[in-house]
């Protein structure tokens, strides 16, 4: 599905359920990444009676540019794209850096979103300062070294390379769509320099339903720096797969069920 948001062209990929579906579900990808990362989840949730929207943000996959260079100008954004969408409810789930984006939304139109999944999440989400720079100067070496962080280890080397190389061509795939900049360097420094968390994360709190979905094995984003958030939602459901930063390909199943029972209640 296309539709205009801005006056600009943005892709959306859409599973539809049979009518009488239960609340959207729209699934927000991270750092130089596009709707491809969900389609693991997507049939899932389709079979389990939801209609599933997963957009590709501004200058990402197929949605025209330019990239938006802060989570809350995303943020702003997704909430435009929503009304374009004619979804006047829906869960937002985001992973990574889309994970701030959905936190940041709910916080603004907290009546219009019914579930919120953290995936992959934390804040302060830092970059350290040598892949900030290795994005900037050599990005195709900065994708390498995500992609390998993603993903499980043993002993510094991947369990699965196959899935670190798909891991680095998507990146790499997305990043050759803008030409006109570095696509990676622009959201790393929007995941580093995204400062309301604390404070939306307060605005969120008790109106609606939050669970977090972490990798135990994730280097990218560790556990333990989704704590912050953790303290200030203490009644969020956290569920910590046996996975990395990757979750939706490394655990399919365990994502989706951590969803469904968000979703559902159960």
Known sequence: MRC?????????????A???????????????????????VMPGLQQAGFAVYAPDLPGHGQSAGPPLTSVPEMAA???ALLESCGLARCALVGHSMGSLVALHA???????VTHLALVGSAWPMRVAPV???????????????????SH????????????????????????????????????????DHYGEGEAVAER?????????????NDRMVPPKAAVRLQQILPEAGVSLLNCGH??????????LQALLRLLTGS
């Open 4 to 16: 205009l948001v801005n006056g600009r062209t943005v892709h959306v990929e859409e599973s539809h």
């Open 18 to 40: 049979m009518p009488g579906d239960a609340s959207p579900v729209v699934l927000l990808h991270g750092a130089c990444n596009d709707h491809r990362v969900w389609l693991p």
């Open 77 to 79: 954004w997704l909430i």
């Open 106 to 112: 709910a916080a603004l139109v907290p009546g219009s």
């Open 131 to 149: 892949l900030q720079e290795m994005a900037q100067t050599e990005p195709g070496e900065a994708m390498r070294k995500i992609a390998l962080w």
């Open 152 to 191: 499980k280890q043993h002993d510094g080397m991947p369990l699965d390379p196959m899935a670190v190389a798909q891991t680095q061509a998507l990146m790499e795939s997305v990043q050759s769509g803008w030409r006109d900049g570095n696509l990676l360097a622009t959201d790393l420094a929007a995941c």
């Open 204 to 216: 969120v709190r008790g109106r609606l339903q939050v669970t977090f979905i972490l990798g135990a």
């Open 246 to 255: 990757s979750l939706m390909s490394e655990d399919t199943d365990g994502v």
